[in-house]
């Protein structure tokens, strides 16, 4: 990273005063939500296979805990395997 480019013209227009191998993401891509809490807030995208990362925040003011749970583990065994993750002793208690 070498801020003395941005002292190009051609660089500076091409970056937007951002560091070059910066790049603007929409929220849906970082943080989108399970359907539950998305569609009671009009301003939450819904996570969709693709996107990087499923945010809990605020799913306990729509539900209860235990429905917050079960999403959770849903998308969690989206990506992972149980009986991969069955021979580890420090996850025993939530398996």
Not at 28 to 48: D, M, Q, R, W
Not at 51 to 73: A, H, P
């Amino acid at each position: 990273f070498v801020l003395a480019a941005a002292s190009d013209p051609a660089v500076a227009a091409k970056s937007q005063g951002y560091a070059t191998a910066w790049s603007p993401l929409g929220q849906k891509t970082i943080n989108g939500y399970p359907p539950l809490v998305s569609s009671a807030l009009l301003t939450h995208t819904t996570f969709e296979p693709g996107d990087f990362i499923v945010s809990f925040s605020g799913c306990k003011i729509y539900s209860s805990q235990e429905v917050c749970n079960q999403l959770f583990l849903n998308y969690f065994f989206q990506v992972h395997s149980l009986p991969a993750l069955a021979d580890d002793p420090a996850l025993q208690p939530w398996l």
